[in-house]
């Protein structure tokens, strides 16, 4: 099996853009005459390839806030270069941790984003009540950020794509309301780094794509850049290993074996591939900013 079966295979086999997302869309459109301020989320791993780029003319004409969630899972000097980058193309932003980040800090950008808005319907005599729409591609963490600002689980929340497939209205004060959405991808990604980036943090469902290759390209790439960090988790010994080699190496170093010693690459390409997810190999930035920051 060669790279391109990760995710290009074929547009049927992939399923890249199935019918709710163009119904997602539609929903968006409907609701965005609504709203005051659109939130941004993409994860801080890959800020990158985790932002749809139908977005930027869909909500052009909207206060926009761009949101590095999942920040507790990258690395902190890279995220920093991140929001460098992102500032000096003109765009409000900001890292945040949807599990720890502090409800406030958000909410003060939200209303210094609305600040406007709501000053221009003062004049008139009117107590505005803001509403936000909070976007993003799939397993984002919208529903768990969107609950955070909340203080309290409304929006329904997992580790898997899809789990919003309609809109939901959340009432965070008596005059902020919140626009919980579905992960939205866009209709064609010709970007096969991009497309792999997303496979690794989950934002394509694991079903519809190799997970032994895909968890092969991503030790790869972690031996490349965190050699220590991979050789430590899955206690390689051969960490010249490259390929299905490098995926038996580590069901060896962690004992993934059936009966015979066969090497279960299954469960030990599902495992690396939720470890990788959970954190457990530590704080790790896939996309490195550009330099050229102007």
């Given at each position: 099996?060669?790279?391109?079966?990760?995710?290009?295979?074929?547009?049927?086999?992939?399923?890249?853009?199935?019918?709710?997302?163009a119904?997602?869309k539609?929903?968006?459109c409907?609701?965005?005459?609504?709203?005051d301020?659109?939130?941004e989320?993409?994860?801080?791993?890959?800020?990158?390839?985790s932002?749809?780029?139908?977005?930027?003319?869909l909500?052009?004409?909207?206060?926009?806030?761009?949101?590095?969630?999942?920040?507790d899972?990258?690395?902190?000097?890279?995220?920093?270069?991140?929001?460098?980058y992102?500032?000096?193309?003109?765009?409000?932003?900001?890292?945040?941790?949807?599990?720890?980040?502090?409800?406030?800090?958000?909410?003060?950008?939200?209303?210094r984003?609305?600040?406007?808005?709501?000053?221009?319907?003062?004049?008139?005599?009117?107590?505005?009540?803001?509403?936000?729409?909070?976007?993003?591609?799939?397993?984002?963490?919208?529903?768990?950020?969107?609950?955070?600002?909340?203080?309290?689980?409304?929006a329904r929340?997992?580790?898997?794509?899809?789990v919003?497939?309609?809109?939901?209205?959340?009432?965070?004060?008596?005059?902020?309301?919140?626009?919980?959405?579905?992960?939205?991808?866009?209709?064609?990604?010709?970007d096969?780094q991009?497309?792999?980036?997303?496979?690794?943090?989950?934002?394509?469902?694991?079903?519809?794509?190799?997970?032994?290759?895909?968890?092969?390209?991503?030790?790869?790439?972690?031996?490349?850049?965190?050699?220590?960090?991979?050789?430590?988790?899955?206690?390689?010994?051969?960490?010249?290993?490259?390929?299905?080699?490098?995926?038996?190496?580590?069901?060896?170093?962690?004992?993934?074996?059936?009966?015979?010693?066969?090497?279960?690459?299954?469960?030990?390409?599902?495992?690396?591939?939720?470890?990788?997810?959970?954190?457990?190999?530590?704080?790790?930035?896939?996309?490195?900013?550009p330099?050229?920051?102007?």
């Amino acid at each position: 099996m060669n790279d391109d079966m990760i995710l290009r295979a074929d547009e049927k086999k992939i399923n890249w853009y199935p019918g709710h997302m163009a119904r997602a869309k539609r929903l968006l459109c409907e609701q965005l005459s609504r709203v005051d301020v659109v939130v941004e989320l993409c994860d801080a791993r890959i800020p990158r390839a985790s932002r749809n780029p139908d977005l930027g003319e869909l909500v052009k004409n909207k206060h926009r806030l761009l949101i590095l969630n999942k920040a507790d899972l990258a690395e902190e000097s890279e995220t920093r270069a991140w929001l460098a980058y992102f500032r000096a193309q003109g765009l409000d932003c900001m890292s945040f941790d949807s599990a720890k980040g502090r409800a406030k800090d958000v909410l003060a950008r939200i209303e210094r984003a609305a600040s406007d808005e709501v000053a221009r319907m003062a004049a008139r005599g009117v107590r505005k009540t803001v509403r936000v729409m909070v976007v993003g591609v799939p397993n984002v963490g919208k529903s768990t950020f969107t609950n955070k600002i909340n203080g309290a689980s409304i929006a329904r929340t997992g580790d898997r794509p899809g789990v919003t497939r309609s809109n939901q209205w959340v009432r965070i004060t008596p005059y902020l309301e919140l626009l919980d959405t579905p992960g939205l991808l866009w209709p064609r990604l010709d970007d096969q780094q991009d497309a792999r980036a997303l496979a690794f943090v989950g934002t394509i469902n694991d079903q519809i794509m190799d997970q032994q290759m895909l968890a092969i390209r991503l030790m790869e790439l972690l031996m490349r850049d965190k050699p220590q960090a991979v050789t430590a988790r899955f206690k390689l010994r051969d960490t010249q290993a490259t390929g299905v080699a490098l995926l038996e190496e580590a069901c060896r170093g962690r004992g993934w074996l059936m009966p015979g010693g066969v090497y279960d690459t299954d469960r030990g390409a599902a495992v690396i591939l939720d470890e990788f997810r959970g954190g457990k190999l530590g704080r790790i930035t896939l996309q490195r900013a550009p330099e050229d920051r102007g």
